[in-house]
Protein backbone atom coordinates (compact mmCIF):
# COMPACT_ATOMS: atom_id res chain seq x y z
CA UNK A 1 0.00 0.00 0.00
CA UNK A 2 2.82 2.50 0.62
CA UNK A 3 4.41 2.11 -2.45
CA UNK A 4 1.18 2.84 -4.23
CA UNK A 5 0.56 5.58 -2.78
CA UNK A 6 3.98 6.59 -3.35
CA UNK A 7 3.00 6.12 -7.33
CA UNK A 8 0.06 7.54 -7.66
CA UNK A 9 -0.35 10.87 -9.59
CA UNK A 10 -2.46 12.40 -7.53
CA UNK A 11 -1.14 11.41 -4.52
CA UNK A 12 2.83 10.92 -4.18
CA UNK A 13 3.62 11.24 -7.78
CA UNK A 14 6.82 8.53 -7.82
CA UNK A 15 5.77 6.59 -11.11
CA UNK A 16 7.01 9.74 -12.69
CA UNK A 17 11.16 9.60 -11.38
CA UNK A 18 13.49 6.83 -12.68
CA UNK A 19 16.87 6.68 -10.80
CA UNK A 20 19.74 5.17 -12.92
CA UNK A 21 22.69 3.85 -11.29
CA UNK A 22 25.41 2.29 -13.40
CA UNK A 23 27.13 -0.87 -11.51
CA UNK A 24 29.43 -3.52 -12.94
CA UNK A 25 27.32 -6.23 -10.66
CA UNK A 26 28.44 -9.10 -12.39
CA UNK A 27 31.99 -7.69 -12.33
CA UNK A 28 35.41 -9.88 -14.63
CA UNK A 29 33.80 -7.79 -17.29
CA UNK A 30 35.27 -4.22 -17.08
CA UNK A 31 37.63 -4.88 -14.34
CA UNK A 32 38.89 -6.74 -11.93
CA UNK A 33 36.94 -6.33 -8.19
CA UNK A 34 38.51 -6.41 -4.31
CA UNK A 35 36.41 -6.33 -1.69
CA UNK A 36 36.49 -3.14 -1.14
CA UNK A 37 35.32 -2.45 -4.56
CA UNK A 38 32.29 -4.81 -3.99
CA UNK A 39 31.64 -3.02 -0.56
CA UNK A 40 31.24 0.58 -2.35
CA UNK A 41 28.61 -1.15 -4.77
CA UNK A 42 26.91 -3.35 -2.12
CA UNK A 43 26.11 0.02 -0.51
CA UNK A 44 25.40 2.41 -3.26
CA UNK A 45 22.92 -0.56 -4.11
CA UNK A 46 21.23 -0.53 -1.30
CA UNK A 47 21.03 2.96 -0.65
CA UNK A 48 19.44 3.95 -4.01
CA UNK A 49 17.16 0.90 -3.04
CA UNK A 50 15.94 2.24 -0.01
CA UNK A 51 15.45 5.28 -1.46
CA UNK A 52 13.25 4.35 -4.42
CA UNK A 53 11.20 2.21 -2.21
CA UNK A 54 10.67 4.95 0.11
CA UNK A 55 9.15 7.07 -2.35
CA UNK A 56 7.49 5.35 -5.02
CA UNK A 57 10.48 5.63 -7.71
CA UNK A 58 11.64 3.48 -10.16
CA UNK A 59 15.07 1.74 -10.13
CA UNK A 60 16.99 0.80 -13.06
CA UNK A 61 20.65 -0.74 -12.20
CA UNK A 62 22.25 -0.86 -15.34
CA UNK A 63 24.72 -3.96 -15.12
CA UNK A 64 28.19 -2.30 -17.25
CA UNK A 65 29.18 -5.93 -17.51
CA UNK A 66 26.03 -7.15 -19.84
CA UNK A 67 27.44 -4.12 -22.69
CA UNK A 68 29.03 -5.10 -25.89
CA UNK A 69 32.64 -3.41 -25.04
CA UNK A 70 33.52 -4.40 -28.64
CA UNK A 71 30.96 -3.58 -30.58
CA UNK A 72 30.88 -0.88 -32.91
CA UNK A 73 28.93 1.49 -31.01
CA UNK A 74 30.66 0.66 -27.75
CA UNK A 75 32.40 4.08 -26.00
CA UNK A 76 34.44 3.21 -22.68
CA UNK A 77 33.06 6.08 -20.52
CA UNK A 78 30.67 7.00 -22.51
CA UNK A 79 27.99 4.94 -21.24
CA UNK A 80 25.14 7.41 -19.59
CA UNK A 81 24.01 9.00 -22.98
CA UNK A 82 23.22 5.59 -24.56
CA UNK A 83 22.09 4.32 -20.83
CA UNK A 84 19.56 7.16 -20.25
CA UNK A 85 18.00 6.41 -23.70
CA UNK A 86 17.35 2.72 -23.08
CA UNK A 87 15.76 3.92 -19.99
CA UNK A 88 13.41 6.46 -21.77
CA UNK A 89 12.39 3.32 -23.74
CA UNK A 90 12.13 0.88 -21.20
CA UNK A 91 10.16 3.57 -18.57
CA UNK A 92 7.43 4.82 -20.98
CA UNK A 93 5.09 6.61 -18.51
CA UNK A 94 8.08 8.07 -16.75
CA UNK A 95 9.03 12.03 -16.87
CA UNK A 96 11.94 12.77 -15.44
CA UNK A 97 15.24 10.24 -14.94
CA UNK A 98 17.91 10.96 -12.32
CA UNK A 99 21.63 9.74 -12.99
CA UNK A 100 23.33 8.70 -10.68
CA UNK A 101 27.44 7.74 -10.16
CA UNK A 102 28.17 4.98 -8.11
CA UNK A 103 30.14 6.30 -5.85
CA UNK A 104 27.33 8.39 -4.24
CA UNK A 105 25.45 8.28 -1.49
CA UNK A 106 21.36 9.34 -0.47
CA UNK A 107 22.58 11.21 3.11
CA UNK A 108 19.16 12.27 3.61
CA UNK A 109 16.43 9.62 2.35
CA UNK A 110 13.90 11.66 3.98
CA UNK A 111 13.89 14.33 1.31
CA UNK A 112 11.78 13.33 -1.84
CA UNK A 113 12.51 14.37 -4.93
CA UNK A 114 9.23 16.24 -5.62
CA UNK A 115 10.01 18.78 -1.96
CA UNK A 116 13.65 18.99 -2.66
CA UNK A 117 13.53 19.94 -6.38
CA UNK A 118 10.82 19.87 -8.18
CA UNK A 119 7.87 21.36 -6.48
CA UNK A 120 9.78 24.23 -6.69
CA UNK A 121 12.38 24.28 -9.60
CA UNK A 122 12.01 28.24 -10.76
CA UNK A 123 13.61 28.66 -7.51
CA UNK A 124 15.98 25.51 -6.86
CA UNK A 125 17.35 26.38 -10.80
CA UNK A 126 18.86 28.63 -12.80
CA UNK A 127 19.05 29.32 -16.60
CA UNK A 128 21.61 32.04 -16.48
CA UNK A 129 25.35 30.78 -16.61
CA UNK A 130 26.63 33.52 -15.95
CA UNK A 131 25.36 33.62 -12.20
CA UNK A 132 28.08 30.63 -11.91
CA UNK A 133 30.63 30.38 -14.99
CA UNK A 134 33.82 28.40 -14.43
CA UNK A 135 34.33 27.47 -18.22
CA UNK A 136 33.68 31.05 -18.61
CA UNK A 137 31.12 30.69 -21.47
CA UNK A 138 29.66 33.92 -23.46
CA UNK A 139 26.09 33.97 -22.48
CA UNK A 140 23.49 34.77 -24.08
CA UNK A 141 24.06 34.55 -27.88
CA UNK A 142 23.99 37.77 -29.25
CA UNK A 143 23.80 36.90 -33.12
CA UNK A 144 20.53 38.92 -34.41
CA UNK A 145 19.62 35.80 -36.68
CA UNK A 146 18.77 33.86 -33.76
CA UNK A 147 14.80 33.60 -32.43
CA UNK A 148 14.64 36.21 -29.31
CA UNK A 149 14.25 32.84 -26.71
CA UNK A 150 17.99 32.02 -28.43
CA UNK A 151 19.23 35.57 -27.45
CA UNK A 152 17.38 35.68 -23.99
CA UNK A 153 19.50 35.13 -20.94
CA UNK A 154 17.33 32.47 -19.39
CA UNK A 155 15.51 31.38 -22.28
CA UNK A 156 11.49 31.24 -22.52
CA UNK A 157 11.21 31.62 -18.71
CA UNK A 158 8.75 28.97 -18.25
CA UNK A 159 9.74 25.93 -16.20
CA UNK A 160 7.80 23.45 -18.47
CA UNK A 161 10.91 24.02 -21.06
CA UNK A 162 13.29 22.84 -18.53
CA UNK A 163 14.37 18.81 -19.67
CA UNK A 164 17.85 18.92 -18.42
CA UNK A 165 19.43 19.65 -14.74
CA UNK A 166 22.76 19.70 -14.03
CA UNK A 167 24.89 21.13 -11.71
CA UNK A 168 28.88 22.40 -12.10
CA UNK A 169 31.66 22.33 -10.02
CA UNK A 170 34.95 23.76 -9.88
CA UNK A 171 35.63 22.74 -13.30
CA UNK A 172 32.35 23.05 -15.39
CA UNK A 173 29.43 20.91 -16.19
CA UNK A 174 29.41 17.00 -13.10
CA UNK A 175 27.03 14.50 -14.66
CA UNK A 176 27.93 12.33 -11.41
CA UNK A 177 24.41 13.37 -10.33
CA UNK A 178 21.57 15.10 -13.25
CA UNK A 179 18.21 14.97 -14.58
CA UNK A 180 16.39 14.92 -17.87
CA UNK A 181 12.97 14.72 -19.05
CA UNK A 182 11.28 13.03 -21.30
CA UNK A 183 10.40 15.30 -24.32
CA UNK A 184 11.67 15.70 -28.26
CA UNK A 185 14.32 17.86 -26.89
CA UNK A 186 16.05 15.30 -25.26
CA UNK A 187 15.15 13.06 -27.94
CA UNK A 188 17.24 15.50 -30.44
CA UNK A 189 19.54 15.98 -27.64
CA UNK A 190 20.66 11.95 -27.05
CA UNK A 191 20.97 11.88 -30.77
CA UNK A 192 23.39 14.80 -30.78
CA UNK A 193 25.26 13.92 -28.12
CA UNK A 194 25.99 10.72 -29.53
CA UNK A 195 26.46 11.63 -33.08
CA UNK A 196 29.43 8.95 -33.80
CA UNK A 197 30.89 12.23 -36.39
CA UNK A 198 31.29 13.76 -33.20
CA UNK A 199 32.82 11.18 -31.26
CA UNK A 200 35.46 10.16 -34.25
CA UNK A 201 36.55 13.52 -34.58
CA UNK A 202 36.70 15.05 -30.90
CA UNK A 203 37.03 12.07 -28.52
CA UNK A 204 40.47 12.19 -28.13
CA UNK A 205 40.43 15.79 -27.16
CA UNK A 206 37.55 15.21 -24.85
CA UNK A 207 39.39 14.23 -21.06
CA UNK A 208 36.00 13.86 -19.46
CA UNK A 209 33.79 12.18 -22.61
CA UNK A 210 30.19 12.68 -22.57
CA UNK A 211 30.42 15.62 -20.20
CA UNK A 212 32.93 17.30 -22.33
CA UNK A 213 30.74 16.91 -25.06
CA UNK A 214 27.61 18.19 -23.31
CA UNK A 215 30.15 21.64 -22.62
CA UNK A 216 30.95 21.31 -26.33
CA UNK A 217 27.14 21.19 -27.34
CA UNK A 218 25.92 23.83 -24.91
CA UNK A 219 28.57 26.00 -25.84
CA UNK A 220 28.44 26.42 -29.43
CA UNK A 221 24.38 25.31 -29.80
CA UNK A 222 21.97 27.88 -29.37
CA UNK A 223 19.06 25.69 -29.16
CA UNK A 224 20.41 23.72 -25.89
CA UNK A 225 20.46 26.70 -23.86
CA UNK A 226 16.93 26.85 -24.05
CA UNK A 227 15.93 24.09 -22.62
CA UNK A 228 19.12 23.77 -19.98
CA UNK A 229 18.58 24.88 -16.10
CA UNK A 230 21.61 24.51 -13.95
CA UNK A 231 21.15 24.18 -10.22
CA UNK A 232 23.70 24.70 -7.51
CA UNK A 233 25.68 21.53 -6.97
CA UNK A 234 25.33 20.93 -2.95
CA UNK A 235 21.75 20.56 -3.87
CA UNK A 236 21.99 16.87 -5.71
CA UNK A 237 25.53 16.51 -5.90
CA UNK A 238 27.77 17.61 -2.47
CA UNK A 239 31.68 16.90 -2.96
CA UNK A 240 33.49 15.61 -0.02
CA UNK A 241 36.52 17.47 1.35
CA UNK A 242 39.69 16.77 -0.95
CA UNK A 243 37.45 16.65 -4.29
CA UNK A 244 37.58 20.19 -6.39
CA UNK A 245 40.91 21.18 -5.20
CA UNK A 246 43.35 21.15 -2.07
CA UNK A 247 41.74 24.62 -1.32
CA UNK A 248 40.47 23.20 1.95
CA UNK A 249 36.41 23.10 2.55
CA UNK A 250 34.38 25.39 -0.29
CA UNK A 251 30.60 26.26 0.65
CA UNK A 252 29.45 26.03 -3.06
CA UNK A 253 31.38 22.42 -3.66
CA UNK A 254 31.43 20.54 -0.34
CA UNK A 255 29.44 18.70 2.34
CA UNK A 256 28.33 20.49 5.23
CA UNK A 257 26.50 18.24 7.81
CA UNK A 258 24.95 21.41 9.49
CA UNK A 259 23.03 21.93 6.18
CA UNK A 260 22.12 18.28 5.71
CA UNK A 261 23.09 18.24 2.28
CA UNK A 262 20.99 15.77 0.17
CA UNK A 263 23.76 13.78 -1.77
CA UNK A 264 27.30 13.37 -1.46
CA UNK A 265 29.61 12.17 -4.72
CA UNK A 266 33.10 10.91 -3.80
CA UNK A 267 33.90 12.31 -7.33
CA UNK A 268 37.46 11.26 -8.35
CA UNK A 269 38.26 9.32 -5.24
CA UNK A 270 40.00 6.35 -7.00
CA UNK A 271 42.67 8.97 -7.76
CA UNK A 272 44.89 9.33 -4.57
CA UNK A 273 41.49 9.05 -2.02
CA UNK A 274 40.20 5.88 -0.31
CA UNK A 275 36.84 5.23 -2.11
CA UNK A 276 36.04 2.87 0.64
CA UNK A 277 36.79 5.30 3.53
CA UNK A 278 34.88 7.82 2.28
CA UNK A 279 31.79 5.79 1.29
CA UNK A 280 31.63 4.30 4.94
CA UNK A 281 32.10 7.32 6.83
CA UNK A 282 29.14 9.10 5.22
CA UNK A 283 27.03 5.89 5.18
CA UNK A 284 27.59 6.36 9.15
CA UNK A 285 26.87 9.69 9.54
CA UNK A 286 23.90 9.62 7.79
CA UNK A 287 22.59 6.72 9.54
CA UNK A 288 23.70 8.85 12.65
CA UNK A 289 21.61 11.75 11.51
CA UNK A 290 18.59 10.18 10.38
CA UNK A 291 18.17 7.76 13.26
CA UNK A 292 14.31 7.94 14.79
CA UNK A 293 14.01 9.65 18.29
CA UNK A 294 12.88 6.00 19.43
CA UNK A 295 16.23 4.66 17.94
CA UNK A 296 18.18 7.55 19.51
CA UNK A 297 16.35 6.84 22.77
CA UNK A 298 17.54 3.17 22.42
CA UNK A 299 21.27 4.08 22.08
CA UNK A 300 20.88 6.39 24.70
CA UNK A 301 19.74 3.81 27.24
CA UNK A 302 22.03 1.31 25.96
CA UNK A 303 24.97 3.48 26.05
CA UNK A 304 23.73 3.93 29.92
CA UNK A 305 23.74 0.57 30.56
CA UNK A 306 27.01 -0.35 29.09
CA UNK A 307 28.83 2.71 31.21
CA UNK A 308 27.02 1.33 34.24
CA UNK A 309 28.24 -2.07 33.67
CA UNK A 310 31.88 -0.94 32.81
CA UNK A 311 32.26 1.15 36.53
CA UNK A 312 31.04 -2.10 37.85
CA UNK A 313 33.58 -4.42 36.26
CA UNK A 314 35.97 -2.19 37.27
CA UNK A 315 35.36 -1.88 40.75
CA UNK A 316 35.35 -6.21 40.92
CA UNK A 317 38.85 -5.36 39.43
CA UNK A 318 41.27 -6.19 42.56
CA UNK A 319 44.10 -3.95 43.11
CA UNK A 320 47.78 -5.35 43.35
CA UNK A 321 48.18 -6.71 46.23
CA UNK A 322 44.80 -7.22 47.44
CA UNK A 323 44.74 -11.06 47.95
CA UNK A 324 48.03 -11.04 50.27
CA UNK A 325 46.73 -8.19 52.82
CA UNK A 326 43.65 -10.96 52.82
CA UNK A 327 46.07 -13.72 54.15
Not at 44 to 73: C, F, P, Q
Amino acid sequence: MHRIYRRASLLGGGSKFVIVLAANQGGGVMEWKGAREWAIERDSVKNKKKYAKEWGYDLEIVDMSTKKRYAHEWRESWEKVDTMRNCMRKYPKAEWFWWLDLNTFIMEPSYSLQSHVFNSITTNTYRDINLYNPLNITHPFTNKQLDPISRSIDGDGDPKSIDLIVPQDCGGFNLGSFFLKRSPWTDRLLDIWWDPVAYEQKHMEWEHKEQDALEHLYANQPWIRSHTAFIPQRKINSFPTGACGDNGEDPRFHYKEADRDFVVNMAGCEWGRDCWGEMYNFRELSNKLNRSRWESFKDAVSARFKGAESEQEKSEVKKPGEDKKGS
